[in-house]
């Protein structure tokens, strides 16, 4: 469970300097993501102009131009640089979302948007996915190099982007007064238990729902019960 708190924390820490890094004009708000196995970033917008590196999936880039059914891209690279190029939009996602399951408890990913149909693979707890786009009750998103569907639900997921703004947000200090008081995924007590709190330890309180306490716990949210804290 910690070393998936761990990759969490090193993915939205990467997002976020992604984000407020700003060289030669590039602008922050207009980014791309792959979203197949891997693209060619070619020096022309065409795929006989030759090609200078291979941008994998999930990899993401500054947009800086378009010109039909191609951008012109600046992506990161491992020098703290750019690589310039165009990339096909056919590969590619505008502005992407992201998506972090909460807790993989029968959630599948599917072929095609029924449950009934092939499952294509066991996701797990605290993966992050890029959203494609929504048909119907399922999210098509990005998954482990293809497209899948994944069943919406409000409960199961965070918006990485809105996660991101609650976790740097104002909080209020709190004193956990009970030992072995429990931390759970959710606003109850019910399921989606993931750790449990001394006595004396100090939680960071973003809001409180339904006699929970919504707490900053390492990289993301979790609950404790009202009972269990007190006002630092």
């Known amino acids: 469970m910690k070393r998936l708190f761990a990759f969490l924390l090193t993915v939205i820490t990467m997002v976020s300097l992604f984000s407020t890094t700003m060289a030669d004009g590039i602008s922050e708000n207009w980014t791309g993501e792959v979203i197949s196995m ?6 022309q917008a065409n795929s006989n102009s030759g090609s200078s590196r291979k941008v994998k999936n999930g990899e993401e880039f500054y947009i800086l131009e378009k010109n039909g059914n191609w951008v012109y891209v ?22 992407p979302t992201h998506i972090v399951l909460r807790e993989s408890s029968g959630i599948y990913a599917y072929a095609a948007p029924y449950n009934t149909d ?92 339904n006699g929970f306490a919504a707490i900053r716990y390492e990289t993301v949210i979790a609950f404790v019960d009202m009972n269990d804290i007190v006002l630092r």
Do not use: H
């Open 38 to 43: 891997q693209v060619s970033l070619y020096n």
């Open 74 to 95: 600046a992506v990161p690279n491992d020098l703290g640089g750019y690589d310039y190029g165009w990339i096909m939009t056919y590969y590619i996602i505008e502005n």
């Open 118 to 209: 092939k499952r294509v693979g066991t996701v797990s707890d605290y993966e992050r996915f890029t959203v494609i786009a929504t048909t119907g009750s399922y999210y098509i998103v990005s998954f482990r190099n293809a497209v899948c569907y994944l069943p919406m639900n409000a409960e199961r997921y965070w918006v990485e982007e809105d996660l991101e703004s609650l976790l740097n947000g104002p909080s209020t200090q709190y004193v956990v007064k009970n030992n072995s008081a429990k931390v759970y995924g959710y606003a109850s007590t019910k399921y989606g238990k993931i750790d449990t709190l001394k006595a004396g330890a100090v939680v960071e309180v973003l809001y409180t729902q």
